[in-house]
């Protein structure tokens, strides 16, 4: 290859990578210089030749010692992303090397710019990418989270995660059907508190009870279906599979009417002493969505779930009554006093109804 070809590659390879060069001598002065390099200088006057380097590039002030004492093959004296303003704002970006190219008196160096503009932008809109991506993966987990926090306290936990992970929607309709056992709790005397207090003392107090109530019924792991008012639906062997169902929900039953009375012992002036009724009852039942495709929630339907909540109605302050089913189911852990055959409000059958007088204490204290 001659050398003209070989002058002609290097000049197009200087300028399709914005290579620019200087020389200069143990003075620290230009000697020679081509006009890439003139655009990062800020020469006095615009003059270059015979320019002190560190006039002309102030970010090398103070590491006059350092390049001078480069050897020749030493690695070269670096600065990258030097900064110049530009019309556009955003700036121009270049890198710096210096490199001493002979010895002796006659020494010189080699100051070499690389325009590194086009890349300092790509490289700050990438991060700026990375950086939105980060913050919308942070408010998507945020999100998730909010939404994990509002299912579990509208949906059983069990039903919340198949919910989150499954990509189908939810519908309105049945989801799977299996004997179970409800549970209803309901206050007495609401009414009249209700007429007493005023709305926000009512909140407060109704939601003090409801949480002790609710509390119990979780203990013996028990589903929270819903709560209405001053009732609270619990169910038991929805959504996991749970063989001694009938017992969980007797016990849940006595926690709850033994967790009411120590909490009015100690519960605060401002609350009334208040009971719940409890009513049981076992049977098939069918769980799955109930309501109209704009807004329905978790429910469990059946004639055990009506049974359960007239119970509940006809219990007194305190007292747990159960169903025929329910009875049998824990026939050998419990004993009961049969009240005889009622009509229940708006049912055709009549329901053989009994109150709970006691649980084996030994069963009572096992583990779940």
Not at 133 to 141: D, G, P
Not at 165 to 181: H, K
Not at 277 to 302: C, K
């Amino acid at each position: 290859m001659d050398d003209q070809l070989q002058n002609n590659i290097l000049s197009h390879a200087i300028l399709a990578y914005e290579i620019g060069y200087l020389l200069f001598d143990s003075t620290l002065k230009a000697r020679a210089f081509n006009s890439q390099v003139q655009q990062w200088f800020e020469a006095p006057n615009g003059e270059l030749m015979n320019c002190l380097i560190t006039d002309g590039i102030p970010e090398l002030i103070g590491s006059e010692d350092a390049i001078l004492d480069l050897r020749e093959g030493d690695l070269p004296y670096l600065i990258e992303g030097i900064y110049r303003p530009s019309a556009d704002k955003l700036g121009c970006y270049f890198d710096l090397q210096v490199r001493r190219l002979a010895g002796g008196n006659d020494a010189l160096w080699l100051l070499t710019t690389v325009d590194v503009t086009r890349k300092v932008h790509q490289e700050a809109l990438l991060q700026q990418q990375r950086n939105e991506v980060q913050l919308l993966s942070a408010e998507l987990v945020a999100t998730n989270e909010r939404l994990s926090y509002i299912l579990n306290r509208l949906v059983p936990p069990s039903v919340a995660k198949r919910m989150t992970e499954q990509r189908n929607i939810p519908v309105p309709g049945g989801d799977f059907s299996r004997e179970a056992t409800i549970l209803f709790a309901d206050m007495r005397d609401f009414t009249a508190y209700a007429e007493a207090y005023k709305p926000a003392d009512t909140l407060e107090f109704l939601n003090k009870y409801l949480a002790v109530v609710s509390e119990a019924i979780l203990r013996h792991d028990g589903s929270l279906i819903q709560m209405v008012g001053d009732m609270v639906m619990g169910v038991f062997n929805v959504p996991e599979e749970q063989p001694d169902h009938a017992i969980r929900a007797i016990r849940a039953a006595i926690d709850i009417q033994d967790s009411l009375r120590a909490f009015n012992e100690t519960a605060d002036a401002r609350y009334p002493a208040v009971a719940f009724g409890v009513g049981i009852s076992t049977g098939p039942i069918i769980a799955g969505y109930l309501g109209v495709q704009q807004r329905f929630r978790f429910a469990v339907v059946g004639d055990a779930t009506n049974v359960a909540f007239h119970l509940s109605s006809l219990a007194a302050a305190g007292r747990i009554l159960i169903g025929e089913m329910t009875a049998k189911a824990a026939s050998n852990s419990i004993t009961v006093r049969e009240k005889g055959d009622f009509q229940l409000k708006r049912r055709r059958k009549l329901v053989k109804v009994y109150e709970l007088d006691s649980l084996d204490e030994n069963l009572f204290n096992q583990q779940v």
